[in-house]
């Protein structure tokens, strides 16, 4: 556990992952065309990125991370995200 970062009911898909990706990531990757060729409007959208691990990749590569040409995620806004996926991705 990072100290005050809840990783146990901090890691839930609508409390935590749908808000993210609404106001990190939706920014780029919605729409008629999405950056990448890549959608996160919906839930399988989202969820097949985390099950096949390009969502915790982009978030956490050492250059290149995205939100493209934003600030890199913070640690704990990481450990709650690969929380989620590690727990399946669920849709909670």
Known sequence: NFG???TIGGSKFTT???PLIQT???GCHSGTNPQGGIKLTT????QTLALNGKLYGAVT???G???KGGAKLD??????LKTWVDGGA???
């Open 4 to 6: 005050a970062c809840d």
């Open 75 to 80: 640690d704990c806004t990481i450990v709650k």
């Open 61 to 63: 590569k050492a250059s």
């Open 16 to 18: 935590f992952v749908q």
């Open 65 to 67: 991370w995205m939100p």
């Open 43 to 46: 839930y399988a959208e989202i």
């Open 24 to 26: 990190r990531c939706k």
């Open 90 to 92: 669920l849709q909670n």
